[in-house]
């Protein structure tokens, strides 16, 4: 338990900085892994769920054949190389609708200033037309990263039709982790646009001490980190579970087809896609309380575990 502890501790404080926050990926991804391959064991002989031990952020497990210094910092080596992995799919998987949000956003905001009425429908249209390729891209996430985790290469992230048969074998555990989503989102949501009422709650709060304004700006960091990283871990190893739970499904022959099972499984899809619009909608909010162009390139919960910093503070 106490290595546990210590483990998060590191892991938080790795995350407030960008390339910390990479290793935090990683590590994340390594923890995916070793969830899935225990549940995936406790599940082949009808045992319950485990929850696997947090890896090493440092130190490499012992291994046959592995060296000194690959055991005293192997971890920080795999954690490097799990994150850039991640962080590549992650990025190639959400680019399609975050590159079209942050040219909606430019789009509008060029439109407000130049007064270019005639192109103003640019800016909605192609907010509108990421948002129709975020719930689809979002809804696959968190099966294709543990899909990736569990298979230990880049190209399983995208594979279409396995990805979207361990979607259909979780069936609704799978729509519960997308609400569990939307609803995790929601602190980061309000730490993010909370800051544009700092004054209005402080007057004065602008213009105290720089070091003392400083000072409350890195704490307020360290508690958004904190939570981004310790509900990361634990919606982390939901969808490891799912994943296990699914492949195991899926190598049996399963899910059972039927007209019921395919309209259970529209309506889990439509749950996921109303629960990832509400995470939509609350990055399009946030933003207008609170604009980072680097958010528009971190979905919440689905990107590096990073967060942005506070812009309307000096």
Same mark, same amino acid.
């Given at each position: 338990m106490l290595g546990g502890l210590v483990r998060r501790a590191i892991a938080i404080l790795l995350a407030l900085h960008p390339l910390g926050a990479l290793l935090v990926l990683g590590w994340l991804m390594r923890l995916m892994?070793?969830?899935?391959?225990?549940?995936?064991?406790?599940? !082949?002989?009808?045992?319950? #769920?485990?929850?696997?031990?947090?890896?090493?952020?440092?130190?490499?497990?012992?291994?046959?054949?592995?060296?000194?210094?690959?055991?005293?910092?192997?971890?920080?080596?795999?954690?490097?190389?799990?994150?850039?992995?991640?962080?590549v799919t992650t990025t190639l998987g959400t680019l399609p609708f975050t590159a079209l949000?942050?040219?909606?956003?430019?789009?509008?905001?060029?439109?407000?200033?130049?007064?270019g009425y005639e192109q103003s429908w640019i800016g909605p249209s192609l907010g509108l037309l990421g948002t129709a390729l975020a719930l689809p891209l979002l809804t696959r996430l968190p099966m294709a990263l543990a899909h990736q985790a569990a298979e230990g290469r880049m190209s399983a992230f995208f594979a279409r039709h396995p990805v979207a048969r361990l979607i259909r074998a979780a069936g609704w555990r799978y729509a519960v982790l997308a609400v569990l989503s939307a609803l995790a989102a929601l602190p980061l949501f309000?730490?993010?646009?909370?800051?544009?009422f700092f004054e209005d709650w402080s007057p004065g709060f602008v213009d105290r001490d720089p070091e003392d304004v400083q000072t409350f700006i890195a704490g307020y960091r360290l508690v958004a980190t904190a939570y981004l990283v310790l509900v990361l871990i634990a919606l982390r190893r939901m969808a490891a579970r799912l994943h296990a739970r699914a492949s195991l499904i899926v190598e049996a022959g399963g899910p059972a087809r039927g007209t019921a099972r395919r309209l259970?499984?529209? !309506?889990?899809?439509?749950?996921? @896609?109303? !629960?990832?619009? !509400?995470?939509?909608?609350?990055?399009?909010?946030?933003?207008?309380?609170?604009?980072?162009?680097?958010? @528009?390139?971190? #979905?919440?919960l689905s990107g590096l575990p990073f967060f942005a910093p506070l812009t309307p503070l000096p």
């Open positions: 892994r070793d969830e899935a391959a225990l549940n995936r064991r406790m599940q !082949a002989a009808d045992l319950g #769920p485990r929850r696997a031990p947090l890896p090493s952020l440092v130190m490499a497990d012992p291994a046959p054949g592995r060296g000194w210094l690959m055991r005293q910092i192997g971890g920080l080596w795999l954690n490097l190389r799990d994150g850039v992995a991640a962080l949000w942050l040219m909606s956003w430019w789009g509008g905001w060029e439109n407000s200033f130049n007064k309000a730490l993010q646009g909370m800051p544009v259970g499984a529209w !309506a889990c899809v439509a749950v996921c @896609w109303a !629960a990832w619009f !509400a995470v939509v909608a609350q990055v399009f909010v946030a933003q207008f309380l609170n604009h980072q162009w680097v958010v @528009w390139f971190i #979905p919440p």
